[in-house]
């Protein structure tokens, strides 16, 4: 038996990369605690993001064959969020959990998550982390973001609790570079946090690498977001402004007979300052431009290979 046919009322959605042991435990606690603590029919979702180790793929093949389980293989690497995407438009559920694969998030938590479920999101919050020192500060940073940019009041994690009609809204959403949070924030703002441990990631070292945080960052500002363009417009007036006044003080000054020197430094440096701000401009409208065209040339966000133990995915 592999996947359940009927409708299940839970649907639990694990990114997959690269991953050892770890996932077959992963799998046994979900199904321990769906079975004993939960009692409620579930399906858990494992999305292959282009896993490059021949082991991984194995033991996707095994755990396919398990009770309530499906597996979805991507064509290559599309990142997590495009994973997790994948994962939701494959999902049947009424409620959605969305958890990562390495074990820092405790499925024995999942209840506590539950409980809170007459809201629309519910996630999961770690007073510390489990963390290098860079992954916390990067954390930090993005947690900061999230409330300025998208109005977070609550510190994010992997592990969340989406219901069904948000995860419809979010599908609803056409976009090639998926930023979770961003697309859930634009779904609802009913979103709380229930305060859970935080453990050792079962890989050691994390995958989840400076580059990743990185274009998952510039995601969220120029692909969720109009910050940087509102920043530079706020700072072209500002130093177009200055321009004015500074050219209405070399005017009195004229009129008035004040003696005016001219600074060859001076007028460098205003000469750099200004065009730096215009190529940046450019540059990060450029940017912009890049994703429309993704858009319009309707680049997927992932791409499926095969679905192992699963039937057919529900239509959006």
Same mark, same amino acid.
């Given at each position: 038996?592999?996947?359940?046919?009927?409708?299940?009322?839970?649907?639990?959605?694990?990114?997959?990369?690269?991953?050892?042991?770890?996932?077959?435990?992963?799998?046994?606690?979900?199904?321990?605690?769906?079975? !004993?603590?939960?009692?409620?029919?579930?399906?858990?979702?494992?999305?292959?993001?282009?896993?490059?180790?021949? /082991?991984?793929?194995?033991?996707l093949?095994?755990?396919? !064959?398990?009770?309530?389980?499906?597996?979805?293989?991507?064509?290559?690497?599309?990142?997590?969020? @495009?994973?997790?995407?994948?994962?939701?438009?494959a999902?049947?559920?009424?409620?959605?959990? #969305?958890?990562?694969?390495?074990?820092?998030?405790?499925?024995?938590?999942?209840?506590?998550?539950?409980?809170? @479920?007459?809201?629309?999101?519910? #996630?999961?919050?770690?007073?510390?982390?489990?963390?290098?020192?860079?992954?916390?500060?990067?954390?930090?940073?993005?947690?900061?973001?999230?409330?300025?940019?998208?109005?977070?009041?609550v510190?994010?994690?992997?592990?969340?609790?989406?219901?069904?009609?948000?995860?419809? /809204?979010?599908?609803?959403?056409?976009?090639?570079?998926?930023?979770?949070?961003?697309?859930?924030?634009?779904?609802?703002?009913?979103?709380?946090?229930?305060?859970?441990?935080?453990?050792?990631?079962?890989?050691?070292?994390?995958?989840? #690498?400076? @580059?990743?945080?990185?274009a998952?960052f510039?995601?969220?500002?120029? @692909?969720n977001?109009?910050?940087?363009?509102?920043?530079?417009?706020?700072?072209?007036?500002?130093?177009? $402004?200055?321009?004015?006044?500074?050219?209405?003080?070399?005017?009195?000054? !004229?009129?008035?007979?004040?003696?005016?020197?001219?600074?060859?430094?001076?007028?460098?440096?205003?000469?750099?300052?200004? $065009?730096g701000?215009?190529?940046?401009?450019?540059?990060?409208?450029?940017?912009?431009?890049?994703?429309?065209?993704?858009?319009?040339?309707?680049?997927?966000?992932?791409?499926?290979?095969?679905?192992?133990?699963?039937?057919?995915?529900?239509?959006?």
């Amino acid at each position: 038996m592999t996947a359940p046919t009927t409708k299940p009322r839970y649907s639990v959605i694990v990114p997959v990369y690269n991953t050892g042991e770890s996932l077959r435990e992963l799998v046994l606690r979900l199904q321990n605690v769906f079975a !004993k603590t939960i009692k409620a029919s579930v399906e858990i979702i494992l999305v292959d993001d282009g896993s490059e180790r021949k /082991g991984t793929h194995t033991m996707l093949r095994e755990l396919a !064959k398990e009770d309530a389980v499906m597996v979805v293989r991507l064509t290559r690497n599309f990142g997590k969020p @495009g994973a997790i995407l994948c994962g939701l438009q494959a999902s049947r559920g009424d409620w959605i959990i #969305t958890i990562d694969d390495d074990l820092q998030q405790s499925p024995e938590d999942i209840p506590l998550l539950i409980a809170k @479920g007459e809201h629309d999101m519910v #996630t999961a919050s770690h007073a510390r982390k489990q963390h290098t020192l860079l992954q916390r500060s990067t954390s930090w940073i993005k947690a900061g973001f999230d409330r300025a940019v998208l109005g977070y009041q609550v510190k994010l994690s992997p592990l969340k609790l989406i219901r069904r009609h948000v995860v419809d /809204g979010m599908l609803d959403i056409k976009t090639n570079r998926p930023f979770i949070p961003a697309l859930i924030r634009q779904v609802t703002s009913d979103v709380v946090a229930v305060q859970t441990g935080h453990h050792e990631s079962a890989h050691g070292r994390s995958r989840y #690498t400076f @580059g990743r945080r990185w274009a998952q960052f510039t995601d969220l500002l120029v @692909g969720n977001s109009n910050v940087l363009m509102q920043v530079f417009t706020r700072i072209g007036f500002v130093v177009a $402004g200055l321009s004015f006044a500074l050219a209405l003080a070399v005017i009195a000054r !004229k009129l008035f007979g004040i003696p005016t020197q001219t600074g060859w430094s001076s007028l460098m440096v205003a000469i750099l300052l200004i $065009g730096g701000l215009n190529l940046a401009a450019i540059g990060i409208t450029g940017q912009y431009f890049i994703r429309i065209l993704d858009i319009t040339s309707k680049k997927p966000a992932y791409v499926v290979r095969e679905r192992l133990g699963a039937p057919e995915p529900p239509q959006s």
